[in-house]
């Protein structure tokens, strides 16, 4: 079973992937195009592409082995407006402080759980401590790059390979014929479109700052009109207003 697959035909390059952060920003600078839940490339880029896929997922889709990688988790990882990736692969995801967290396909949970926290506006992704999972099918390229990684230097801000509170350990391989079997493509309605929901994110953000400096305003204001309310008071009670005198009699 492979997550990443590349079509090829005389005009483009067609990638099916699963989301990470890393892929995005690379294929934008390869001409990448998002459309209908593939990204498609120019066929000049290629080479380029292949190296990226290699780089972020362990694969370009060709044929190789996979294994099972087993992930302890002894202190809790939480990221920030983000998911938990871990070898290029989604472990846990949220959308948002009362979400909830889900685990990304071909992710097994063995003992412990997944979460969302934090406030509205920065949400998290928690993998709770002594939480243990297993990642199938992984490629064995990406498994052993975890392993090899130094744990001091985090390959990516989307990548949690590198947390020195992880403990990895590949436990078996995909047994052959498993291994070149194809995921069905997702549907529309299943297809996020995460550049979508990067710029809506960005909009909400900004509107959220804008409100921020208009209440901020408004206090503003209400604090200068209790002062004025505050300071004419004490004049009206030392000046009262003085009251008509009563007529003694008809007037002339």
């Known amino acids: 079973m492979t997550a990443v697959r590349l079509t090829l035909d005389d005009k483009t390059l067609k990638v099916v992937a699963p989301f990470?952060?890393?892929?995005?920003?690379?294929?934008?600078?390869?001409?990448?195009?998002?459309?209908?839940?593939?990204?498609?490339?120019?066929v000049s880029q290629e080479g380029r592409v292949?190296?990226?896929c290699l780089a972020v997922y362990g694969t370009d889709g060709e044929s190789g082995k996979t294994v099972t990688l087993r992930v302890e988790f002894p202190e809790a990882v939480r990221a920030r407006c983000d998911s938990i990736f871990v070898g290029g692969r989604l472990v846990a995801r949220a959308t948002g402080r009362d979400s909830g967290a889900r685990l990304g396909p071909g992710v097994?949970?063995?003992?412990?759980?997944?979460?969302?926290?934090?406030?509205?506006?920065?949400?998290?992704?928690?993998?709770?401590?002594?939480?243990?999972?297993?990642?199938l099918d992984l490629p064995r390229t990406a498994a052993e790059s975890v392993l090899e990684q130094d744990r001091a230097t985090p390959r990516s801000i989307f990548d949690v390979m590198a947390f020195k509170s992880m403990n990895c350990t590949i436990v078996g391989d995909t047994p052959d014929g498993l291994a070149d079997m194809e995921v069905p493509p997702a549907s529309a309605d299943a297809v996020m479109d995460e550049e979508a929901l990067t710029a809506e994110r960005q909009r909400l953000?900004?509107?959220?700052?804008?409100?921020?400096?208009?209440?901020?305003?408004?206090?503003?204001?209400?604090?200068?009109?209790?002062?004025?309310?505050?300071?004419?008071?004490?004049v009206e009670a030392a000046n009262p207003t003085p009251e008509p005198e009563a007529s003694s009699g008809m007037e002339a």
């Open 205 to 234: 953000q900004e509107r959220l700052e804008a409100i921020t400096v208009e209440r901020r305003c408004l206090e503003e204001r209400i604090d200068e009109i209790t002062a004025g309310i505050a300071v004419r008071q004490p």
């Open 50 to 52: 292949r190296e990226l």
């Open 20 to 42: 990470h952060g890393d892929f995005l920003a690379g294929a934008k600078t390869l001409a990448g195009k998002w459309r209908g839940g593939a990204w498609i490339f120019p």
């Open 108 to 135: 097994i949970l063995l003992e412990g759980d997944v979460c969302s926290a934090g406030s509205r506006a920065n949400w998290e992704t928690v993998v709770r401590a002594g939480t243990v999972v297993e990642i």
